[in-house]
């Protein structure tokens, strides 16, 4: 997953967690004053601007998916959606495009963070708050707030998960299938991954491969696992969409007696995970519902308020959400918010 929901999205917190009443209102009955929360109650209308980048991967076209359906909660809210490019130039072009139009507010979450760096800036300058959707830009000034996924608490989690699973056993192996390796994302999960593993003095990460997010790419950089490792009891995939891939490999080298944890939590793999039966034991995510979370916080910034249920009169500047464990105990929590 190239970014590629949380234990508790931060568009159920948003939403969830809120105050409809006003400050008066809450002064007056003596609760803590508070910034009118972000509520579903229909409020001055808003025009969000939504730029990504192409949905050529599962994960992406999830971003999208949830981005639209929470737009259509809000009575108040018009949806401005580019068509997405990874051409640096011509999505900056679509952001251009869509502040020569005056939207209240922006969510970008851009093909390359530093290079569009200057389309938010640009944005922001001009007086339209800019949310920064996972791929971070490379100036705070470049947004108003940020909200995205945790790839370091990705790998620790996982890495917690194979380390309890397998902390009595003496002299275990692991390996990994990374993402892209100049990806700073796949360094993170990486970095997180053996991090925890310090923690189990039993287990040694005898092998890594890193892959390219392609089912393709899953399947041959795994086969190559496979056949240089001819044992090992545990193996942790960055990315779901890729994992398809190695789980080809895996049937075709026809091994088991391993667990595998996949990444980011496609709804094929919760679904593999409930019905047992292979050695996908979970999947840790990197929740998709971050751009419906973005969507409340913009409509939120273009009517002025806070968060509900904060003391804080703004809304913060930054946002991390969390990578749940998805496992057969807790899978039918999370199977909603799988993607395809």
């Not at 981005?67 to 997405?84: F, H, M, P």
């Not at 920064?132 to 996982?158: E, H, K, T």
């Not at 003496?170 to 994302?185: Q, W, Y």
């Amino acid at each position: 997953m190239l970014f590629g929901a949380a234990a508790v999205s931060a568009g159920a917190f948003l939403t969830a967690c809120t105050s409809n009443e006003s400050n008066a209102e809450a002064a007056g009955s003596g609760k803590e004053q508070q910034a009118g929360g972000i509520d579903d109650k229909p409020g001055k209308h808003v025009t969000i601007g939504f730029a990504g980048p192409q949905a050529d991967h599962g994960w992406l076209n999830a971003i999208n998916v949830n981005a639209k359906s929470r737009a259509r909660r809000y009575q108040d809210v018009t949806l401005e959606i580019t068509e997405g490019s990874n051409d640096t130039a011509q999505q900056i072009g679509q952001i251009e495009t869509l502040i020569n139009k005056k939207v209240d507010v922006l969510v970008i979450l851009p093909a390359d963070g530093k290079a569009l760096t200057q389309v938010g800036l640009k944005a922001m300058r001009a007086g339209i708050p800019v949310v920064n959707l996972d791929r971070v830009f490379a100036s705070p000034q470049a947004y108003r707030c940020w909200i995205g996924g945790d790839n370091y608490g990705m790998g620790l989690n996982a890495g917690h998960y194979i380390g309890e699973q397998l902390k009595d056993k003496k002299n275990a192996k692991v390996v990994e299938l990374a993402g892209i390796d100049n990806l700073e994302l796949t360094r993170q999960r990486t970095k997180g991954f053996d991090d925890a593993l310090k923690n189990y003095p039993n287990i040694e990460k005898i092998g890594r491969q890193a892959a390219e997010f392609t089912v393709e790419s899953g399947q041959s950089k795994m086969a190559g696992l496979l056949q240089a490792h001819p044992s090992f009891d545990a193996l942790w995939n960055h990315d779901d969409d890729q994992g398809v891939g190695a789980e080809r490999a895996i049937k075709q080298a026809g091994r088991d007696g391993f667990l595998m944890v996949g990444g980011a939590g496609s709804r094929n793999v919760m679904e593999t995970i409930k019905a047992g039966g292979s050695v996908l034991s979970a999947t840790v995510l990197y929740p998709p519902t971050m751009s419906a979370s973005a969507i409340d916080l913009a409509r939120a910034l273009a009517q002025g308020k806070g968060i509900g249920g904060m003391a804080e009169l703004e809304i913060p500047a930054s946002l991390t959400l969390y990578s749940a464990v998805v496992t057969k105990d807790n899978v039918d929590d999370y199977l909603p918010t799988g993607f395809r």
